[in-house]
């Protein structure tokens, strides 16, 4: 029986996931910079995060405001690698 090390399962666990460096830059930026209160970043996979929130307030305000966002998201990482914001109400 061969024992497989816990920093290659969290590594695939996170590739799975989406949770890549990027991701977490997001989530900060998101927490600082954005300013619509009451979202949060539920994932991230192929471009695309995944937002949720119980307020049909904050979501409408993401709606509007999404290009704005994915343009000032895209400039902190570096690379124009988001290309859409969902966003569910709970």
């Known amino acids: 029986m061969s024992?497989?090390?816990?920093?290659?399962i969290i590594s695939l666990l996170k590739k799975k996931l989406g949770l890549n460096e990027d991701f977490f830059t997001v989530r900060k930026i998101w927490e600082?910079?954005?300013?619509?209160?009451?979202?949060?970043?539920?994932?991230?996979?192929?471009?695309?995060?995944?937002?949720?929130?119980?307020?049909?307030a904050a979501s409408f305000e993401l709606t509007?405001?999404?290009?704005?966002?994915?343009?000032k998201l895209n400039q902190y990482i570096g690379s124009s690698e988001i290309k859409n914001i969902k966003v569910k109400i709970k």
Do not use: L
């Open 3 to 8: 024992w497989t090390r816990s920093e290659e």
């Open 32 to 56: 600082k910079e954005i300013g619509i209160s009451n979202i949060e970043i539920g994932g991230y996979k192929s471009g695309t995060i995944f937002a949720q929130t119980n307020s049909s």
């Open 64 to 71: 509007a405001r999404k290009k704005e966002i994915i343009k």
